[in-house]
T-cell receptor, first 114, second 113 residues
């Protein structure tokens, strides 16, 4: 167990709706990253937060947004859901921004858009 | 543009034998490489890593080899055990930022008893 927890574990939403996914980082970790894993693919980097500021973004549209709170927990928000947003969403926390320590992943949230 | 590639979608080996999983990358700015293992309904679990200044890192049954000139790395598992059956992802990062990872597509390893 990594100490990174995500909620909810499963979610079904309708196209056009909005969704918020939550992540609680491992204790002491100030960096959190979000990934989208489509079926049969590797995780794709969405964005990263370091001490409440966005630090880099992958190739995802602005309707994907995030927040990191003072306790370093995080949210991923997706507006105007599309069918292709159906995927496993993973949160990963790291001890620091750099230093090459490994990132620890949560179990993921399975989002289905119908 | 797939910067990290795992060209073998699946691999099947006999228990006790060696498993070799391969990974190729294109971006010469990558300076840290990691292998993650993933079981169904779980998040990826860190397995082993290697810095670009090294060519080998060993941890128990797991060894990762890095060939920078070929932009290729491999994960060796010896001896393979049925519990090793999972999806293995190769991932790369730049500037030591291991929260910002580029993943390969994964290789499904099946170890037969």
């Amino acid at each position: 167990e990594t100490g990174v927890t995500q909620s909810p574990t499963h979610l079904i939403k309708t196209r056009g709706q909005q969704v918020t996914l939550r992540c609680s980082s491992q204790s002491g970790h100030n960096t959190v990253s979000w990934y989208q894993q489509a079926l049969g693919q590797g995780p794709q980097f969405i964005f990263q937060y370091y001490r409440e500021e966005e630090n880099g973004r992958g190739n995802f549209p602005p309707r994907f947004s995030g927040l990191q709170f003072p306790n370093y927990s995080s949210e991923l928000n997706v507006n105007a859901l599309e069918l292709d947003d159906s995927a496993l969403y993973l949160c990963a926390s790291s001890l620091e921004l750099t230093g090459a320590s490994e990132a620890f992943f949560g179990q993921g949230t399975r989002l289905t858009v119908v | 543009d797939q910067q990290v590639k795992q060209n073998s979608p699946s691999l099947s080996v006999q228990e006790g034998r060696i498993s070799i999983l391969n990974c190729d990358y294109t971006n010469s700015m990558f300076d840290y490489f990691l292998w993650y293992k993933k079981y169904p309904a779980e998040g990826p679990t860190f397995l082993i890593s290697i810095s670009s200044i090294k060519d080998k890192n060993e941890d128990g049954r797991f060894t990762v080899f890095l060939n920078k000139s070929a932009k290729h790395l491999s994960l060796h598992i010896v001896p393979s055990q049925p519990g090793d059956s999972a999806v293995y992802f190769c991932a790369a990062s730049a500037e030591g930022n291991t929260g910002k990872l580029i993943f390969g597509q994964g290789t499904t390893l099946q170890v037969k008893p």
